[in-house]
């Protein structure tokens, strides 16, 4: 179930508030013998976090999120280097150094009843008995939409999201019934192409960005602010080169006549920027983070 975007939250008693952990969605699925885990586009993605086997238990699936805490608060820039390990060594090697946590948020299936037609209310109250008994971290709910926010807003917290209490789970759908607020203006865009350092020939200094529109990928813009060496090179090898340019036209060249690479709108990345100008373009952006979670045709900016 997804979430629709917000300028603010709504408030009332048919409300529940949580904080937005800045990590990686995942569906866990236990049985008293095993875990797998899920990202949102369906892929399993168990090897990765070998530390979460411990999370077995009765047969059951939870609807959180993988994220891991640096000086106690959520990093994404540290899960990133997890999150597309494939060896189990590596993974391992990796779980001793920044260990993640299951955040989990919804029980969607216990015991082998499905439990999605519920109202959340009642999937909460179960989720809080279950984890109790299986030592599972639950991320916690408020009340109150003013004081959420203003302390997820001093804790340094991505945003918050806003549940409706009688909302029925609604697997793969948007919704109103989910809201979310981010602190910061950020997007998914589709990168269209990759240039070259000046200072390194061959490597990954800025990538080009755009927003997938039904007249095909939009030029919204450059960003190279963000992608560290270890960062760059790991999307390079991402990035599918082709001949011609994506875009209907040309975008204008960088200073310096950086050489351009050309690539198939594949890959989705997040991207923070103060403000769009009237033409599309990004101002001031900063990259995130890869959305490997997403499909090309989300990366609507």
Same mark, same amino acid.
Request: aromatic letters at 6%; glycine letters at 8%; one cysteine or more.
């Given at each position: 179930?997804?979430a629709?975007?917000?300028?603010?939250?709504p408030h009332?008693?048919?409300w529940?508030?949580?904080f937005?952990w800045d990590?990686?969605?995942?569906?866990?699925d236990?049985?008293?013998?095993? !875990?797998?885990l899920?990202?949102?586009r369906?892929?399993?993605?168990?090897t990765?976090?070998?530390?979460?086997? @411990?999370?077995?238990?009765?047969?059951?699936?939870?609807?959180?999120e993988? !994220?891991?805490?640096?000086?106690?608060?959520?990093?994404?820039?540290?899960?990133?280097e997890?999150?597309?390990?494939?060896?189990?060594?590596?993974?391992?090697?990796?779980?001793?150094?920044?260990?993640?946590?299951?955040? @989990?948020?919804?029980l969607?299936?216990?015991?082998?009843?499905?439990l999605?037609g519920?109202?959340?209310?009642?999937?909460? @109250?179960?989720?809080?008995?279950?984890?109790a008994?299986?030592?599972?971290t639950?991320?916690?709910s408020?009340d109150?939409?003013a004081?959420?926010?203003?302390? +997820?807003?001093?804790s340094?917290?991505?945003?918050?999201?806003?549940?409706?209490?009688?909302s029925?789970?609604?697997?793969?759908?948007?919704?109103?019934?989910?809201v979310k607020?981010?602190?910061?203006?950020?997007?998914?865009?589709a990168?269209v192409?990759w240039e070259?350092?000046?200072?390194?020939?061959?490597?990954l200094?800025?990538? !080009?960005?755009?927003?997938?529109? %039904?007249?095909?990928p939009?030029?919204?813009?450059?960003v190279?602010?963000?992608l560290?060496g270890?960062? +760059?090179?790991?999307?390079?090898?991402?990035?599918?080169?082709?001949?011609?340019c994506?875009l209907?036209?040309l975008? %204008?060249?960088?200073?310096g006549g950086?050489?351009?690479h050309w690539?198939?709108? @594949?890959?989705?990345?997040?991207?923070?920027?103060?403000?769009?100008?009237?033409d599309?373009?990004?101002r001031q952006p900063?990259?995130?983070? !890869?959305?490997?979670d997403?499909?090309?045709?989300? +990366?609507?900016g």
């Amino acid at each position: 179930m997804l979430a629709s975007a917000a300028t603010n939250l709504p408030h009332g008693a048919g409300w529940t508030y949580e904080f937005k952990w800045d990590g990686v969605r995942a569906l866990c699925d236990t049985t008293p013998t095993r !875990v797998r885990l899920f990202s949102r586009r369906g892929n399993e993605i168990t090897t990765a976090y070998p530390e979460l086997a @411990a999370l077995a238990g009765a047969g059951a699936t939870l609807d959180g999120e993988i !994220v891991a805490f640096v000086d106690g608060r959520p990093s994404f820039q540290a899960l990133q280097e997890r999150m597309h390990v494939r060896k189990a060594t590596d993974a391992r090697r990796l779980a001793e150094k920044t260990p993640v946590t299951f955040m @989990a948020f919804d029980l969607l299936v216990e015991d082998g009843i499905d439990l999605t037609g519920l109202p959340l209310r009642e999937r909460r @109250a179960r989720l809080e008995v279950y984890a109790a008994d299986h030592a599972i971290t639950v991320s916690p709910s408020f009340d109150d939409a003013a004081a959420t926010e203003q302390v +997820a807003r001093a804790s340094g917290l991505e945003g918050v999201m806003a549940k409706r209490l009688t909302s029925r789970y609604r697997p793969g759908l948007r919704t109103t019934d989910w809201v979310k607020l981010r602190f910061l203006n950020s997007g998914d865009f589709a990168v269209v192409g990759w240039e070259e350092s000046r200072e390194h020939p061959g490597a990954l200094s800025s990538l !080009v960005l755009a927003t997938m529109t %039904p007249d095909g990928p939009m030029f919204a813009g450059k960003v190279g602010s963000g992608l560290t060496g270890r960062t +760059a090179a790991t999307l390079q090898r991402q990035l599918a080169d082709r001949s011609t340019c994506p875009l209907p036209e040309l975008p %204008p060249t960088s200073p310096g006549g950086r050489v351009v690479h050309w690539v198939d709108p @594949a890959v989705v990345v997040e991207v923070k920027y103060t403000l769009v100008t009237t033409d599309g373009r990004l101002r001031q952006p900063v990259f995130l983070r !890869v959305r490997s979670d997403k499909d090309i045709e989300e +990366a609507t900016g």
